[in-house]
């Protein structure tokens, strides 16, 4: 065997085990990478009757935030802490994530000091959402709403970060 | 008695026969043997040998590890509508599952210790240098990748304080430049924790970081061999690279045989170790389940195992404005110095009484690692909201308009934050004597205005309500 045939050999192995490595690799890196690619969840969601919202109370609710997968069990729902304002009109309700600001922890509302408290490391917002104290860098990430025939919508929207606002 | 003797005898031939075969037919001589009896510094025959058997030990665990944690897969079901129903099942009803979950919890520890314990005596021993710079190399990945499943092994619980651990890191992850995002989607398996999350820090668990750290042990074993363990610091006797590796043969041709004469520290230190591991299984068993993973359910508590609690700690009481530099710097400023400790380091003196900063190093981030951990313990930064009461001393005799002043105290959640006479939050001030320090006035324009870190009430507070606060509070001379 020739030094040139022997350089060929070799380039040709290399390249038969880099081809065998593409042609596993680029399916599985697809398959893991999925995620990136898919649309965020975006339709809007009922959440209930206007009228289960005094005006003035700031309340619990859940609602699918992503066409579940099924053995997803209680993971397939999201809280958000709904904040009837005024009796109608654009200022109707706010609706926020109970993600805390800071770090993504489940912030809690004080219906009497009407405040939000965050278990993790202290943040604390007004009941508009501001900041009022702790580490937290911006105010409590709404969702969009609309009110259709008395019922309440809301937007689906993908676990916020303080990047994306 | 002679029978028994002569069965005896022939029952020995037979195994070192059969031992002997298979010894040859599978070439053992040339590789196991040879690595098992390979030439060690005398010095390991000292007491000095005990600080070499923390590799050992932490292989010991590892090993513990993947058998117990093949024991939990055969059970466990990584889904998040029944993940935590078997591990409820494994803790309570399989036979022996309450200690083999206790094992593999023990041992989680005990690996993230004595990899740091193993790393510390390397790195004071000035063994990372020249020529065994690779052996740190491959070893600090192996920290890296024992961190990750002790972090990818608790979210495995699939409990409250799981959940939302997998929350927190896709909102850290979030926060490196430019694949932030990408990152925190690929953390959650896509737009929000659920079902595809669980399945994946399962798959990554059991099989992604094992198959690295399997790979990684080879090279790190491969290298203690090929290179040799080095031998004890002499202060006075720097590593020169000119001339290292002739003196360490020289050395060698005077060692002693790795097996048995040093082998036996490691598997007394091992042995212990894995005792230890197995009487804290059987006594206290596996580790409580905290409330079942529920997005719906915001009264939660959240925090990481014991060895995360100071990083934990550290997000919470460093200034806001340093955070996007802390939680993605800190910990990859870390990683790359343990990368380049041996290429900064590669000669010189090795042994500790001659580098003091080499001490400094470990001693600093040690003590405060462990400040950290007990801050995290006690973490005084989170608002108590559950209990909320007054002593009576405190409450006794107040007047028509203090009295509701306290009730609105506890109510008005001043007391998440605040102490009095030890009852109470202790996020803000101690209030127990605040009407030495502030006037009434002072007091009531403090709780309207907030300030300093603490929220302003004045709008939820009426002017009656927040006269009556000042009141109370003005009664804490």
Avoid at chain 2, 145 to 164: E, N, P, V, Y
Avoid at chain 2, 190 to 197: E, I, K, P, R
Wanted: proline residues 8%; charged residues 15%; aromatic residues 10%.
């Amino acid at each position: 065997v020739t030094e040139s045939r022997r350089r060929f050999l070799s380039r040709v192995t290399v390249a038969l085990t880099g081809a065998m490595a593409a042609l596993i690799g680029l399916p599985i890196l697809g398959y893991l990478l999925a995620p990136l690619f898919r649309a965020p969840p975006n339709d809007l969601v009922r959440v209930g009757a206007v009228t289960d919202f005094p005006v003035g109370e700031t309340k619990l609710v859940s609602i699918q935030d992503q066409s579940p997968l099924p053995w997803a069990g209680q993971t397939a729902q999201t809280a958000l802490w709904v904040r009837r304002r005024d009796a109608e009109g654009p200022q109707m309700f706010q609706v926020f994530n109970v993600n805390c600001t800071h770090l993504g922890c489940p912030v809690n509302w004080q219906a009497d000091a009407k405040i939000f408290l965050c278990p993790c490391h202290g943040g604390v917002f007004y009941a508009d959402g501001t900041v009022a104290g702790g580490p937290p860098p911006r105010p409590l990430y709404e969702r969009g709403w609309v009110v259709q025939g008395g019922t309440l919508l809301v937007r689906q929207a993908p676990l916020p970060n303080p990047k994306q606002g | 008695m002679s029978i028994v003797r002569e069965v005896w005898r022939a029952t020995a031939r037979w195994v070192g026969g059969v031992a002997s075969w298979l010894g040859e037919r599978l070439e053992l001589e040339d590789s196991v043997v040879a690595v098992l009896v390979h030439p060690v510094p005398r010095e390991l025959e000292r007491p000095i040998g005990w600080f070499y058997v923390f590799g050992s030990a932490t292989l010991a665990v590892f090993v513990v590890q993947v058998v117990t944690g093949v024991g939990l897969a055969m059970t466990y079901v990584p889904a998040p509508n029944s993940a935590y129903d078997s591990l409820q099942f494994i803790s309570r009803d399989a036979t022996l599952g309450a200690v083999v979950r206790g094992i593999h919890y023990f041992g989680a520890g005990a690996m993230v210790v004595l990899v740091l314990v193993h790393m510390t005596q390397v790195f004071l021993f000035g063994a990372f240098k020249f020529p065994r710079e690779a052996n740190w190399l491959s070893g600090s990945l192996l920290l890296l990748a024992t961190l990750a499943m002790a972090f990818t092994g608790q979210l495995l619980r699939w409990d409250q304080d799981a959940f939302w651990a997998v929350v927190v890191a896709a909102e850290q992850a979030a926060r490196a430049p430019v694949i932030g995002g990408w990152l925190a989607t690929l953390v959650v398996a896509g737009a929000n924790v659920g079902g595809a999350t669980l399945t994946r820090f399962y798959a990554t668990h059991v099989f992604l970081i094992p198959a690295a750290v399997f790979g990684l042990i080879g090279i790190h074993l491969y290298l203690v061999v090929k290179r040799g363990i080095s031998e004890p610091p002499v202060p006075g006797e720097p590593v020169d690279p000119a001339s290292y590796r002739r003196r360490y043969r020289e050395m060698l041709s005077r060692g002693i045989p790795f097996w048995p004469d040093a082998a036996w520290r490691d598997a007394a230190i091992s042995a212990a170790i894995v005792v230890v591991i197995v009487v804290l299984a059987a006594v206290i068993g596996a580790p409580p389940l905290g409330k079942p993973a529920d997005p719906t359910v915001v009264v939660a508590d959240p925090r990481p195992d014991w060895y995360f609690l100071g990083y934990f700690a550290l997000l919470a009481v460093i200034p806001p404005a340093t955070e996007a530099v802390v939680i993605i710097g800190l910990p990859l400023f870390a990683f790359v110095f343990l990368f380049l400790v041996p290429i900064i380091w590669p000669d010189g003196e090795r042994h500790w009484s001659r580098r003091p900063v080499a001490i400094a190093a470990v001693a600093l981030p040690f003590i405060a690692y462990a400040a950290l951990t007990v801050a995290g313990i006690e973490s005084p930064w989170v608002p108590r909201l559950q209990g909320a009461a007054l002593p009576a001393s405190v409450t006794a005799g107040l007047d028509a308009r203090a009295s509701p002043g306290a009730q609105l105290f506890l109510t008005e959640s001043c007391w998440a934050c605040h102490q009095i006479d030890g009852s109470g939050g202790r996020k803000g001030p101690d209030l127990s004597h605040v009407a030495s320090r502030l006037t009434r006035d002072q007091i009531g324009a403090r709780i309207a205005n907030g300030g300093g870190g603490m929220p302003a009430f004045a709008g939820s507070l009426s002017a009656q309500d927040l006269d009556d606060l000042s009141a109370f509070l003005a009664t804490r001379r």
